[in-house]
């Protein structure tokens, strides 16, 4: 349902990725934390690589991207991006 509402798209769109170190972009960030939420309630970010490790994440997220980039830090970068940005407004937009 995110890929077919385009979620990730909208959300690359509005909020542009400033660092090109990996392929993490803020809508996948995004999509990848719902996948967490579904399977892994009130877990902490630090335990997002322990999630994907033994999950397809290519397949679930795009090509090129694995585990070890779904870290903390790429987490709290995207997150602090759409908190300056104001979520209520990213998400009210549309």
Known sequence: ???TLEIGQYIDEVIPKSRCHHPITRGTAVKALSLNGLGYNEGRL???PNFF???ATERLLGKGIKPE???EYVFGE???A???YGPT???TLR
């Open 1 to 3: 349902m995110f890929d």
């Open 46 to 48: 630090s335990l997002m």
């Open 53 to 55: 490790e033994d999950r």
């Open 69 to 71: 980039y779904l870290h």
């Open 78 to 80: 995207r997150l602090g």
């Open 82 to 84: 759409i908190t300056a």
């Open 89 to 91: 407004r990213l998400f």
